[in-house]
């Protein structure tokens, strides 16, 4: 059986779609109710759902043999996994955003608010730009407009929210998208379900 995380949301359906157009679907998974685990054993797949940003953990130590994590996770929280396929899904780019008149004293650290502190400080530190990292969970275009912070790290996928909210991209750090992952002992010793199921999807996509 190989046991994977899905991402639970938008993005955890369609990589499911891709899994099941690969021969591994589970139609249980299809039903609406609340349950976080579904298996097929004629198909020798269990998926279960779990929040978009612990999917690394779940792979990293093993809990689920596989799973389906976005660039930005992998970035951030830099799991010790194998990133083995793109899924050319999920894409959107990692940026900093603020007001479009943005003005900074350069003399001054520069405020960060973000999700994603590690991604903001490698980003900053390799223009050797001094910051103040703010680290917020949700709503993260609040923090320029309240003026808790001066610029923001965040997912920028249309654009939309950005807009709606007066602030604009100014710089990107990074394009972003969906990743599937292994663990790495799980790669050793179910070596070809991976490797199969790993050409399957890649033919779909
Ligand atoms: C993400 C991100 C932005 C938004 C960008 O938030 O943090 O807020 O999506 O999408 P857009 O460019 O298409 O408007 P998410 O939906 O993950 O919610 P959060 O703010 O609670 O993190």
Redesign the pocket.
């Known amino acids: 059986m190989i046991n994977v995380a899905l991402p639970k949301g938008r993005l955890g359906e369609k990589a499911y779609e891709v899994l099941a157009q690969a021969g591994y679907e589970c139609p249980a998974i299809l039903e609406k109710n609340r349950k976080l685990t579904f298996e097929n054993p004629a198909k020798g797949v269990r998926y279960f759902w779990v929040k978009p940003s612990d999917v690394s953990i779940y792979v990293e130590r093993g809990a689920a043999d596989v799973g389906i994590a976005g660039k930005d996770i992998l970035l951030e929280y830099q799991p010790d996994v194998y990133e083995l396929l793109d899924l050319k899904m999920g894409c ?1 780019r990692m940026c900093v955003a603020g007001r479009e008149d943005l003005y900074v004293d350069p003399e001054k650290a520069l405020r960060v608010a973000t ?1 994603f502190p590690h991604i903001a400080a490698k980003y900053y530190e390799s223009k050797s730009r001094e910051i103040d990292i703010i680290k917020l969970n ?4 609040l923090a320029p407009i309240l003026g808790l912070s001066d610029v923001i790290v ?9 807009a709606e909210n007066h602030l604009a991209p100014l710089e990107t750090i990074v394009d972003i998208s969906a990743r599937f992952i292994s663990n790495k002992v799980s790669y050793k010793f179910k070596h070809r379900q991976i490797v199969e199921m790993c050409q399957a999807i890649e033919k779909n996509l």
Do not use: A, Q, R, Y
């Open positions: 959107c999700k949700g709503s993260i275009e965040d997912i920028v996928e249309t654009g939309k929210t950005l």
